[in-house]
């Protein structure tokens, strides 16, 4: 029987005593850690004021996958406080910058992308998120509630939601270091994102779901990388959760 591609992955990228890597990294060939879109026109994004007092434990027990939204906008202090808490900067230390979720030896290989249907004070568009410099790169502007929709199986809510984030993996970023391996750490590095955005959102009283059913190319193209050295992996949408 043929063994199916997922299987043979699991085997194949497994550590073994006997087959560890333990061989030199080539420094001089370390990807950067930023992407930057130079000529990007660009929106600042406030330091998130105005946050409430709220437990972790309460964030755990009000978190669930929010599928129907409010035609309520996302205010740009909501959307720049949910950039920062699932993939912002935490901490210079030695010159190295930290972020708030935990990554693979600490390469930060995603990349989030920003479909903001309705955001106070933000053109209807596409941006990306500089880490670097907590602003937005935009990327290009229009409605795209409806495409990103049919690019995720036709699920509506990607268009009823006030904000889609997708994460793209920079592959070379974790590949440089992992090899095969770094296929496992890109999930998982952005499994962290997307659970750290899930509580962010809980604690300024909006709602989320985190979704992995789409049209991979077709995502891949609305955002403009080319699947191969960097390709999506995961989205959510983000709102405030319909009442009733
Ligand atoms: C990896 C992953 C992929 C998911 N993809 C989708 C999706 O495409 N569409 C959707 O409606 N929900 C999606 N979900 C949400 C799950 O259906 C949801 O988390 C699950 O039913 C548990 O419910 P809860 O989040 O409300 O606790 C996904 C969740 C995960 C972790």
Known sequence: MKIGIGKRFQEETKHTRDGLDTGELDWTAKPKPYKTYR??????????????????????????????????????????????????IRDTIDDFEF???????????????????????????????????????ELKLGDFSSDVAAAALDQGMCAEAAVVIIWSAMIERSKWKYGQRCYRYLY????????????????????????????DDEVNTMVGINGSDECVLYMSVIGVPQKG
Do not use: M
């Open 188 to 215: 998982l590095d952005v499994g962290h994102i997307a659970q750290n955005l899930a509580l962010a959102a809980v604690s300024l009283g909006l709602g989320s779901c985190q979704i992995a059913a789409f049209f």
């Open 39 to 88: 000529d990007a026109s660009r929106i600042a994004l406030p330091r998130a004021k105005g946050l409430v007092d709220i437990t972790l434990d309460q964030c755990l027990r009000l978190r669930w996958s929010v599928r129907t939204f409010s035609p309520e906008s996302l205010t740009l202090n909501d959307l720049s406080y949910i950039l920062w808490a699932s993939t912002g």
């Open 99 to 137: 972020r708030t979720a935990p990554s693979a030896g600490a390469l930060y290989p995603i990349e989030s992308y920003i479909v903001a249907n309705r955001v106070e004070g933000l053109s209807k568009g596409i941006y990306h998120y500089s880490v670097k410099n907590h602003e937005l790169e």
